[in-house]
């Protein structure tokens, strides 16, 4: 496993605009023989193990039972970021493959796999960023230190887009039902960051799914899209 990240302009008094314009790569390698993880690919999570959803998430693709990884995988990415006081811009370029089996095929066959994200986020209330990390507002609702000025806290305008792909071979080669799913996802996310404090994180977010094909979201029902209206809490500590 290994992660690179730079931030070539951070000392430059020329490019000052692009001191946090971060690139940077990473990869994994390793050898497989066990069960599938994931055992089910979906879009929202929201489940503490990923081979268990929550209700409100919806798969796209689930393994038929007695599939197993076996061999090897790679898993791999080219990641930008840029931070330019109250806005970041975060994107992920992701690819590799994995090898997997069933009783009646034992010998793995390579399956590939891709997608990409971009993100966007752009602070309401001014405060600046220069990376990802725990956010401290300018006036907290919930004031931590004695000399905080008390106000409604920072709000996070934020966007993604997403996609994954998943090569053929998971259905040519009987690892899952094509019938009943796709191995293609996007997904689009538009929503509201609040930060009462720099401990509290509230997150409120419309996401829509469309389906490379229509996939079974009930017994009998096919769908090609869905879409989901998110909150979420997360504390600090």
């Known amino acids: 496993m290994g992660y ?12 000052r605009f692009a001191r946090f314009l971060n ?27 990923a081979n268990i959803p929550s209700i409100a998430t919806v798969p796209f693709l689930i393994f038929n039972p007695g599939v197993v990884e076996r061999g090897d995988r790679v898993i791999g990415s080219v990641h930008s970021a840029y931070f330019l006081n109250s806005l970041s811009v975060i994107g992920e370029w992701q690819y590799g493959y994995g090898g997997y089996a069933t009783s009646q095929q034992p010998d793995a066959i390579r399956v590939p796999f ?40 920072a709000w996070e305008l934020a966007g993604r887009v997403s996609e994954m792909t998943i090569g053929n071979s998971v259905f040519t080669g009987g690892f899952a039902d094509p ?9 689009t996310e538009l929503g509201l960051n609040w930060y009462p404090n720099e401990y509290l994180k509230v997150s409120t977010f419309w996401l829509h799914g469309e389906f490379g094909s229509p996939v079974q979201y009930r017994p009998g ?3 090609n899209n869905t879409d989901m209206f998110w909150m979420r809490c997360q504390l600090y500590f």
């Open 4 to 15: 690179v990240n730079a931030r070539p302009f951070q000392e430059s008094g020329v490019w």
């Open 221 to 223: 029902q096919l769908r």
């Open 179 to 187: 019938q009943l799913w796709t191995n293609r996802a996007t997904t």
């Open 23 to 49: 690139i940077g790569s990473s990869v994994a390698y390793g050898r497989q023989d066990q069960n599938p993880v994931p055992a089910t690919f979906r879009i929202g999570a929201g489940s503490p193990d």
């Open 114 to 153: 891709g997608g990409y994200y971009l993100a966007v986020g752009y602070f309401l209330t001014g405060e600046h960023v220069e990376r990802r990390t725990r956010i401290k507002p300018l006036r907290p609702l919930i004031p931590v230190d004695k000399e905080d000025v008390r106000g409604f806290g």
